[in-house]
């Protein structure tokens, strides 16, 4: 039984850059897990999971919950697992005793705390994002996010895995790379916090509304006052793995005006008609973008015994999300090399590390369009 880790408050450990010579911090840590059926290998495998996420914790100061993050038939835990290698350099068990039904271990972990820009590369995925988005009323910034939301839940419904930005409050250098990134739209900054979260594509911009009029108008209901608010909206999509802009929307030089019998409703009014061609157009870009990255990629499994075997491969890769053909082959020989064929637009490291978890199936090889597997009939 494996253990499921989040995707996603995992990956907001990581930092920019790791040199040859990046500190390690050692630290003991405890590792627990059920014994199942008596299996003490495999609880032992996964208390020594459970302890180095512990010293990440400890380590990064952050708590790592478990939740997992993407939509998918398969838990995105198993990216996770080939992932803490990165971080916990080595460990080593001090001691192992059984409690209850629980085996409990004593772990040295040496961790360490930054990933290399080209590791973060391999491992960003291509439609996951994160949003940055500020708001400004009046010269001041407001705690108001109804454009960011709204473009978050705007960009889930179009298939796209949306990181919280605000889940990297606790990382040092955020703040000060998140105004720059926000306020300037610094491209530097915006792939500075892509790869923190391992997000290919990092949205970032700021809505800015003034006050154009306040005047009293007479009605049957007497007096009353009508305000007048202008709604500016910029922002801009960057590839964090090669920091092009991607995206890019900036209104008209005139704004977005709405009205409302209080400031509150003005500016209400005016965002929801900004934001409405803001998104349209942002996304539009998007799906452009997305179109781009697919390709045809080849699976190449050697020596699965069965047919029956064969389909169930075949089936998994039939099930990949972000798979933009069928799935074909070129038929079917016991024991000798089996391969598969189809369009694929996200990283091909999310469909590797899926097949290395796979029972029988043990990846040795791979490419930016070719992944090579074996098959073993011993688990």
Known sequence: MKPIISIVTILLLLSAVWAQDSPVETVTVRGEATIYEGDIPAARDEALVDAQRNALEQVMGVQIKSETAIQDFMLADDTILSMISGHVKDSRITSEKQEMEYLVLEVECDVVKELSPEEAQKLMRNFSCVVGFTTEIDGGVVDDNRIGNKLISDLVKADFDVRD???????????????????????????????????NVVIVGKAKLEMKEKKEVTGFAGVVGVYVYDCWLEARAIEAESGQIIAQYASEFEGVQGTGNTPQKAVTMAMTRAERAFSKDLLSQLTEYGGKKSR????????????????????????????????????????????????????????????????????MDRSEVKVICRYSSIQ
């Open 296 to 363: 045809p990629i080849t699976v190449e499994v050697e020596g699965i015994p069965t047919y029956e075997s064969f389909q169930k491969v075949k089936q998994f890769l039939s099930n990949v999300r972000f798979r933009d053909s069928e799935v074909s082959d070129l038929g079917f020989a016991a024991g000798e090399k089996s391969t598969f064929r189809f369009n694929y637009s996200e990283k091909i490291n999310l469909i590797a590390i899926k097949l290395d978890h796979l029972p029988n199936l043990s990846v």
């Open 165 to 199: 930005i605000s889940q990297m409050l606790s990382l040092e250098g955020y703040q000060a790379q998140f105004r720059k990134a926000v306020d300037n739209q610094d491209i530097a900054a915006a792939r500075w916090i892509g790869r923190q979260l391992l997000s």
